[in-house]
């Protein structure tokens, strides 16, 4: 479950208080994403299938520049790009080291 940006959806906290339908889990979710990214997340919004499923998603993973290249692009994630590593990419996995790796290896 490797997202377009290299994220491992199958191991997001998002998705696993969904697919576990954990009150408990989606409230820590919320709390520890509301710090780390600064912004203030709600628990009713921990809903995610997974960023290539076509059920729910977090807001921010549907919403993102990532995702939508890489679906203008055809490409199954930023590994099969032409233009990878661009800017765009560049920044986030910066910030997401874990991503970087998974689509390096995926380049192999
Ligand atoms: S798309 Fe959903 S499961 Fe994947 S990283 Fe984003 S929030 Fe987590
Ligand atoms: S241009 Fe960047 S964000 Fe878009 S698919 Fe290529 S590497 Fe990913």
Redesign the pocket.
């Known amino acids: 479950m490797i997202a ?2 290299g994220l491992n959806c199958s191991k997001c906290d998002a998705y696993l208080a969904t697919q576990e339908n954990d009150e408990v889990k989606r409230e820590e979710t919320a709390k520890k994403w509301s710090k780390m990214y600064r912004a203030e997340i709600k628990a009713d919004q921990i809903n995610c299938n997974g960023c290539k499923s076509n059920g729910v998603k977090f807001f921010h993973c549907n919403n993102c ?2 995702r939508a ?2 679906l ?2 055809g ?1 199954g ?13 560049s920044e ?1 996995i910066t910030l997401a080291p874990e991503a970087g790796r998974a689509l390096a290896q995926l380049r192999i």
């Open positions: 377009y940006c520049d990532i290249c890489c203008e692009k490409v994630n930023c590994a099969a790009c032409e233009d990878y590593i661009c800017k765009t990419l986030f």
